[in-house]
């Protein structure tokens, strides 16, 4: 193999994970209804002003416990996208809304079962912080969570 097909094989790569962490962030809906100050107040448990890692994966298993209705760590098609009122009690409606659609289900289903495990979710879950922590410091201060 030449040393330029090795080269160009490598930099499709780069360009496809790129295009791939992209498309696999979240619906509009979703990135909406995360990226609001209200949305971040609600997470920021410790009032500093900004969104620590930890703090987002325990909003996050927040989140997932209100889906899982059922309680047995699999949350198929009818309890996600089943309102909640006890969502409601700690996220703001677009947040909800925007996350409770069949395209954000299948974004975060990544072993196309029909169902999100607690793993699948706190994986996409951790994946978005991820992306959005452009500055790598494990912390989203207010112009990363709002994408700006």
Do not use: C
């Not at 990226?35 to 410790?46: A, G, P, V």
């Not at 900004?50 to 209705?69: G, H, I, M, P, R």
């Amino acid at each position: 193999m030449s040393r330029l097909t090795i080269i160009s094989a490598g930099l499709l790569t780069l360009s496809l994970a790129h295009a791939d962490d992209m498309t696999s962030f979240a619906t509009g809906g979703y990135a909406r209804g995360i990226r609001t100050m209200t949305e971040m107040h609600k997470i920021d448990t410790d009032g500093d002003g900004s969104v620590s890692k930890a703090e987002w994966l325990a909003y996050q298993e927040k989140v997932f416990a209100v889906l899982d209705k059922n309680k047995t760590g699999l949350v198929d098609e009818k309890e996600f996208l089943s309102p909640s009122i006890e969502m409601a009690t700690f996220a703001t409606g677009g947040f909800a809304r925007g996350l409770q659609t069949k395209p954000m289900m299948h974004k975060i289903d990544t072993d196309g079962d029909g169902t999100v495990s607690h793993d699948e979710f706190i994986a996409y879950q951790s994946k978005v912080f991820d992306m959005m922590d452009k500055n790598k410091n494990g912390s989203l201060g207010p112009q990363e969570f709002l994408g700006k």
